[in-house]
């Protein structure tokens, strides 16, 4: 079975502060892990995904995370924040031994970015 | 560019109406899924297909149905909607052996 913590239902940044987005996993088999980004009244969008390769991942829009094993982490970071990054953020699980099955997400983190 | 389509994108309704909603995919994607999502935002797997005429009930109890007649469209019905059933539907779908899921615009349903 798999789950995923997201820490902070809400994460408030400064334009050009740094952007930390943390989410813990919990998976029997090695894991799939994505993070998906969701702006109002959309679908949701993929920023980047790790799937047993580099640990160090980086997606669209500037964003990394970086699979840590033995904290069982892969937290969202984004060195500089920009106003349209505000939006809704998910960390999702997925059991990767056998291929993309279905994902399993967290409770989401809102951005909120002042400027 | 993933290429799956919802209709309608938003929908308000009576109680005690049929509805279907609508999930269309031209990528050729064994796998389709459907996710509720709360107005809190999180997201739940409620039904999911790996193929023509397989379905199987996700994590999320609903009272919808789902049906997989042809590999690229996974329509979602409620037989008699309630205002329980407010909520965010979204639709994905991915490859057999893919890495990843694309997912739909979603749709807004509102039951009144």
């Known amino acids: 079975a798999q789950s995923v913590t997201q820490l902070g239902s809400h994460v408030s940044v400064s334009e050009g502060a740094l952007v930390l987005l943390r989410c813990n996993y919990s998976s029997s088999v090695p894991p799939y892990l994505f993070w998906y980004v969701q702006y109002p009244n959309q679908g949701l969008q993929l920023l980047l995904k790790y799937t047993s390769a580099a640990t160090l991942v980086k997606g669209i829009n500037g964003f990394e995370a970086e699979f840590k094993k033995s904290e069982t982490s892969f937290h969202l970071t984004k060195p500089s924040a920009h106003m349209s990054d505000a939006a809704e953020y998910f960390c999702?699980?997925?059991?990767?031994?056998?291929?993309?099955?279905?994902?399993?997400f967290g409770t989401g983190t809102r951005l909120l970015v002042s400027p | 560019e993933a290429d799956i389509y919802q209709t309608p994108r938003y929908l308000v309704i009576g109680t005690g109406k049929k509805i279907t909603l609508e999930c269309s995919q031209t990528m050729g994607h064994d796998k389709m899924y459907w996710y509720q999502q709360d107005p809190g935002m999180e997201l739940h797997l409620i039904h999911y297909?790996?193929?023509?005429?397989?379905?199987e009930k996700g994590d999320l109890s609903s009272e919808s149905t789902v049906s997989r007649i042809r590999t690229e469209h996974f329509p979602l019905t409620l037989e008699s909607a309630r205002p329980s059933h407010t909520s965010q539907y979204l639709c994905?779908?991915?490859?057999?052996?893919?890495?990843?899921?694309?997912f739909g615009q979603g749709t807004r349903l509102t039951v009144v």
């Open positions: 297909s790996y193929g023509v005429n397989s379905t």
């Open positions: 994905a779908s991915s490859e057999v052996r893919g890495t990843e899921a694309f």
């Open positions: 999702a699980v997925s059991g990767g031994n056998t291929g993309f099955q279905k994902l399993v």
